[in-house]
Structures are given as structure tokens and as C-alpha cells.
């Protein structure tokens, strides 16, 4: 059995950037941690554009999934924006089979 500190601590760095909001997400999103995405994609507003960097994020789950897509239209409806960039290995493999990956870059909203 792996010992607890062998996991990846999960972390959120939000920064506002040019017009846009930045969150940095390191480690693991999933059913225990999509909260915390969720709380910083609310605080960056309704009509926000937000862009998450998943460079640091090495798993994501449908907990995960469900907040980004989720997000995506209530800032889409609102004039707002969300787009996902450095997707890696995994995560990007997650996106691809869910449908929400075309030719390298993230579609987290359909019509």
C-alpha cells in the first residue's frame, strides 16, 4: 500500500493575465478536488474568460470533466469563454476519447 505523501498534492494558482483569467492546475483532479476548480473558474465571474492550463495536471476524472464542460456553457451563455491548454499524456488522452479533443486543441462546449 503507497504511503499518503507519495501522491501528488493538488493545488490551484489563479492569476489574471492580459483580459484573461489563468488557473494553473497541479496533480490530480478529481471527485475530491474538482470543488476546488469549480470555486476558482465561480470567482473569475460569469462573463470571465478563463483559460486552464493542465501542464501540471497529471489525472482527471469525470468529477473533473463534468466542472470544465459544466463551466464552459454557464460562460459560454454568459458572453464569457473557458479554454483548456497543455493538455499532456493522460489528461489528453481523457479529453481525446471523451470527444472534447479535436486535431490537438480542447472543444469543452458543442451547441
Do not use: W, Y
Not at 33 to 53: K, S
Not at 72 to 98: C, D, M, P, W, Y
Amino acid at each position: 500500500m503507497a504511503a499518503l505523501d507519495e501522491f501528488e498534492e493538488f493545488e490551484i494558482r489563479p492569476r489574471h493575465e492580459g483580459g484573461v483569467d489563468v488557473i494553473e492546475v497541479e496533480g490530480e483532479l478529481d471527485l475530491s478536488t474538482a470543488d476546488q476548480l469549480e470555486r476558482a473558474i465561480e470567482e473569475a465571474g460569469v462573463a470571465a474568460r478563463v483559460l486552464l492550463d493542465f501542464e501540471s495536471c497529471g489525472f482527471i476524472d469525470s468529477s473533473g470533466l463534468r466542472v470544465v464542460v459544466s463551466h464552459a456553457r454557464k460562460l459560454r451563455a454568459a458572453g464569457g469563454q473557458l479554454a483548456v491548454t497543455n493538455l499532456r499524456g493522460e489528461v489528453a488522452k481523457i479529453f481525446e476519447l471523451t470527444g472534447l479533443l479535436v486535431d490537438g486543441s480542447a472543444v469543452v462546449h458543442r451547441g
